[in-house]
């Protein structure tokens, strides 16, 4: 299933207004269930950090979490970096427009080569590790990136389903994907290799989860592999399924999962 053509024509349509800019930063906090999951995340994060902390947003895309981080704490010093020299160069004249661009600074970078030192108070990358195939390489370079008890958040698929895989022999139903999900033994693995002291791993999209996301996410990303005329319908789609969407999101967000096709790790330097 390809997925990025998708993304580019949501780029097109709404960055023709900051008005609309904001309504899709709206719209995936609501729909998209790791955003929840990961905005509880930062919040719990930033009670240890301090008011002035250096952040970065490690696979920035449409710079939806600078976002959220430059609006609620105003002294945090953010660097959004993404290979996409497109998104990054549309997010920069967004931002500067919104007058956020001396809180936010935005890079075109690869992760795998990120050589910064002793830099950052807490790095983000989400949906991000299951592009990367030198994934090893990144966790390193994350953890000499950070300050000593630096803090790193990630969200990605796991092994039980992430990537809607749930068997051995299937294919992820997002064809960018190198990995179809980790396990919580291979990522906290990896993660202690490249040096953290601490890992903590919990799932997401649980039961509840997995239902929301198929009924928000899959079925119209399906659809509008099809045919663009979806984007029609699902306005009218997403009236009806939108309520059903949000009570299940909140059930996932507030429960502890023993499997999930999602996974959420914090490390600390």
Same mark, same amino acid.
């Given at each position: 299933?390809?997925?990025?053509p998708i993304?580019?024509?949501?780029?097109?349509?709404? /960055?023709? %207004?900051l008005?609309?800019r904001k309504?899709l930063?709206?719209?995936?906090?609501?729909?998209?269930?790791?955003? &929840?999951?990961?905005? !509880?995340?930062?919040?719990k994060?930033?009670?240890c950090?301090?008011?002035?902390?250096? @952040?970065?947003?490690?696979g920035?895309?449409?710079?939806q979490?600078?976002?959220?981080? =430059?609006?609620?704490?105003?002294g945090?010093?953010i660097?959004?970096?993404?290979?996409?020299? $497109?998104?990054?160069?549309?997010?920069s004249?967004?931002?500067?427009r919104t007058g956020?661009?001396?809180? *936010?600074?935005?890079?075109?970078? #690869?992760?795998?080569?990120? #050589?910064?030192? +002793?830099?950052?108070?807490?790095i983000? /990358?989400?949906?991000?590790? $299951?592009?990367?195939e030198?994934?090893?390489? *990144?966790?390193? +370079?994350?953890?000499?990136a950070l300050?000593?008890?630096?803090l790193l958040?990630?969200? /990605?698929?796991?092994?039980?389903?992430?990537?809607?895989?749930?068997?051995n $022999?299937?294919? %992820?139903?997002?064809?960018?994907?190198?990995?179809?999900?980790?396990?919580? $033994?291979e990522?906290?693995?990896?993660?202690?290799?490249a040096?953290?002291n601490?890992?903590?791993? #919990?799932y997401?999209?649980? !039961?509840?989860g %997995?239902?929301? &996301?198929?009924?928000?996410?899959?079925?119209?990303?399906?659809?509008?592999n099809? =045919?663009?005329?979806?984007?029609?319908?699902?306005?009218?789609?997403?009236l009806? @399924?939108?309520? @059903?969407?949000?009570?299940? +999101?909140?059930?996932?967000?507030n429960?502890?999962?023993?499997?999930?096709?999602?996974?959420?790790v914090i490390?600390?330097?």
């Amino acid at each position: 299933m390809q997925y990025e053509p998708i993304k580019k024509s949501l780029v097109r349509f709404f /960055t023709r %207004s900051l008005f609309l800019r904001k309504t899709l930063y709206i719209l995936l906090d609501l729909l998209l269930l790791r955003a &929840w999951h990961v905005k !509880k995340a930062i919040r719990k994060a930033a009670l240890c950090l301090a008011e002035d902390a250096s @952040v970065l947003d490690a696979g920035s895309g449409f710079g939806q979490y600078s976002w959220r981080m =430059s609006g609620l704490y105003k002294g945090w010093k953010i660097k959004a970096v993404d290979i996409n020299n $497109e998104q990054v160069e549309d997010c920069s004249v967004f931002f500067k427009r919104t007058g956020r661009s001396e809180r *936010v600074k935005f890079e075109t970078g #690869n992760l795998t080569a990120l #050589n910064e030192i +002793n830099d950052y108070d807490f790095i983000i /990358t989400v949906d991000v590790m $299951e592009h990367i195939e030198e994934d090893e390489l *990144v966790f390193r +370079n994350f953890c000499r990136a950070l300050k000593k008890n630096g803090l790193l958040l990630i969200s /990605t698929p796991s092994d039980k389903g992430g990537s809607d895989v749930h068997h051995n $022999e299937g294919s %992820s139903f997002i064809d960018e994907h190198v990995r179809n999900g980790y396990c919580k $033994e291979e990522i906290t693995g990896k993660l202690m290799a490249a040096g953290f002291n601490r890992v903590d791993v #919990n799932y997401t999209y649980g !039961k509840a989860g %997995s239902i929301s &996301w198929a009924m928000s996410m899959k079925y119209p990303v399906k659809m509008l592999n099809k =045919s663009y005329l979806f984007f029609i319908i699902l306005p009218f789609y997403y009236l009806f @399924v939108f309520p @059903v969407s949000f009570f299940l +999101n909140i059930i996932d967000l507030n429960f502890t999962h023993k499997t999930g096709s999602g996974l959420l790790v914090i490390a600390e330097k």
